[in-house]
């Protein structure tokens, strides 16, 4: 596969982006920072520095391209840096439509699954802004004729594992945390075979 990875240079974009070289893949790593992965080196990959939320350089990127992954997020839970997720979505559906790249995988947040349960209902108000600009990328992305999967996790962890268990428009029973690896590990594999296409799965361990 040829992919364009967006947060390449995250945590879980660097499980993404390992596992994907590892595999074979070409990788276009799309970074906002000069110094981003400077310390990975595979003759797959291409590195391009740009602003992701700007449609132009996603134009110039895309052609070629099988896929797009967006593991993009807020490294900080602030209104403003959560606004990542909605101008990424906007500038990447504008693009894969005009480039004709039409498969999409993103990363989004459990938050979105409704829940009575009071614990959920105050990490939700914590992280509201990241639910509702999660949920604004989720718009954007539904309303598109996009190829698109959307991968829901609860709290990411570092763990080596790269099981997972899914579950269609909800978290598997029991819910819980999850590792990038496994994240990575799905993303990777449905890019390959498309079982989960326009679908918001569930994910976790
Ligand atoms: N952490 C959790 O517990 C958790 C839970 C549920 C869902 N998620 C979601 O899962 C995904 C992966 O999470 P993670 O914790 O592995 O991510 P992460 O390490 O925080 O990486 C986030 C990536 O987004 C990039 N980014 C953020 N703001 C940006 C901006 N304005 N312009 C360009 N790039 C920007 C960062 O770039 P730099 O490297 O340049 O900073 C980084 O590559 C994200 O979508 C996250 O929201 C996370």
Known sequence: MKII?????????????????????????????????????????????????????LKQALPGHDVVISTLGPRMPTKGACTIYSESATAIVEAMKECGVNRLLVTSTALLFPSDKLFDRILGFIARHNAHNAGLMEESICGSNLDWTIARMGFLNDKS??????????????GGSISRAAVA????????????ANKVVGLCQ
């Open 5 to 57: 990875l967006l947060g390449a240079n995250g945590r879980t974009g660097r499980e993404v982006l390992t596992r994907a070289l590892d595999a074979g893949d070409t990788v276009t790593a799309l970074v906002r920072a000069e110094n981003s992965l400077t310390d990975v080196t595979d003759k797959e990959l291409n590195i391009r520095v740009g602003n992701v939320c700007d449609p132009n350089f």
């Open 161 to 174: 594992s790269t099981a997972f268990r899914l579950a269609v428009g909800t978290l598997p029973d029991g």
């Open 185 to 196: 590990n799905f993303l990777l594999t449905e890019a390959k075979q498309s079982s989960y």
